[in-house]
Nanobody
Framework: QVQLVESGGGLVQAGGSLKLSCVVS????????MGWYRQIPGKQRELVAS???????NYADSVKGRFTISRDNAKNTMYLQMNSLKPEDTAVYYC???????????WGQGTQVTVSS
């Protein structure tokens, strides 16, 4: 059973930075494309950024140029560096597999990011 543990969220002022981490256990992490997702209460969960097993990346238009996704296969860990944060980035951030793979059924608890004005 795969375990997903997100960390690194917190309260930050607009324009500030945070770095999120996702530790994946119980899977062949190195072969999977992975992604960061976020969800605002009452809104659909959206894919923010993704990274293939080889390191190719894609970003949602809303975060392009501000966020950077990366992975360390030796540590079974994925990261999301978030710079120039805006209040509209406020959400719970989750990690999971991404295309061409489907998501695992079990999501982690996520990590809360709150950006104040």
């Amino acid at each position: 059973q795969v375990q997903l543990v997100e960390s690194g969220g917190g309260l930050v002022q607009a324009g500030g930075s945070l770095k999120l981490s996702c530790v994946v256990s119980g899977s062949m992490f190195r072969i999977y494309a992975m992604g960061w997702y976020r969800q605002i209460p009452g809104k659909q969960r959206e894919l923010v950024a993704s990274i293939t097993s080889g390191g190719s990346t894609n970003y949602a238009d809303s975060v392009k140029g501000r966020f950077t996704i990366s992975r360390d296969n030796a540590k079974n860990t994925m990261y999301l560096q978030m710079n120039s944060l805006k209040p509209e980035d406020t959400a719970v951030y989750y990690c999971n597999r991404a295309l061409p793979w489907g998501t695992w059924d079990n999501w982690g608890q996520g990590t809360q990011v709150t950006v104040s004005s």
